[in-house]
């Protein structure tokens, strides 16, 4: 079975300077997807950012960007000029394509002012 | 666009009575639902996959008797908790894949939080 792995509980990030969060996962397969959601405090699952296998290049939206290494299958989150309201539990999750979504343990992330 | 709604959000209910979740996509028709638990401070554990129209698909280690779930509709799918005791509090949470959505993509509800008192 899929597993995915986040080794950091929580982090802490200064407000304006950079965080990376990790993340690796285990798959035998060669198509997939890679996503890193968001849960703030209310509880709402937000999707961040998400990562097609088949694509080498790292996906961006905004200040989140991903290092996706797909022969070492890891995928991680940098999180570039945090914010205050970037403050939330962060979950890495796989997908192979049309199936299930698999998620990781989470990382709190807390940013400080 | 792609909106999911729950309702309740809260519920509180006694140790042994049934209590009845909806999941509704509010904009687009939902061929599959996907029901979720969440313990505090941890991860989504899905329990179970529904298709509308079809059984429901559920995780091993997840009793299909004790956690009901229907997909009558293409906008509406429940979770009921049948005989409930205080160990099935948690938050429980939905997401759905629209008819023409691509295999990626799954739209999360707001949850909600069971209380078994």
């Known amino acids: 079975a899929q597993t995915v792995t986040q080794s950091q509980p929580e982090m802490s990030v200064q407000e304006a300077e950079t965080v990376t969060l990790s993340c690796t996962y285990d798959t035998s397969e060669s198509d997939y997807y890679l996503f890193w959601y968001k849960q703030p405090p209310s509880r709402q699952m937000i999707l961040v950012i998400r990562q097609e296998a088949y694509k080498q290049q790292n996906a961006t939206e905004n200040r989140f960007s991903v290092n996706f290494q797909k022969a070492a299958k890891s995928f991680s989150l940098k999180i570039s000029d945090s914010q205050l309201g970037d403050a939330a539990m962060y979950f890495c999750?796989?997908?192979?394509?049309?199936?299930?979504?698999?998620f990781g343990a989470g990382t709190i992330l807390r940013v400080k002012s | 666009g792609a909106v999911v709604s729950q309702h309740p959000s809260w519920v509180i209910c006694k140790s042994g009575t049934s209590v009845k979740i909806e999941c509704r996509s509010l904009d687009f028709q939902a061929t599959t639902m996907f029901w979720y638990r969440q313990f505090p401070k941890q991860s989504l554990m899905l329990m179970a996959t529904s298709n509308e129209g079809s059984k429901a698909t559920y995780e091993q280690g997840v009793e299909k008797d004790k956690f009901l779930i229907n997909h009558a509709s293409l906008t509406l799918s429940t979770l009921t908790v049948t005989s409930a005791h205080p160990e099935d509090s948690s938050f429980y949470i939905c997401?759905?894949?629209?008819?023409?959505?691509?295999?990626?993509?799954?739209?999360f509800g707001p949850g909600t939080r069971l209380t078994v008192t």
């Open positions: 997401s759905a894949r629209g008819v023409l959505a691509a295999a990626y993509e799954q739209y």
């Open positions: 999750a796989y997908m192979e394509y049309g199936n299930k979504l698999v």
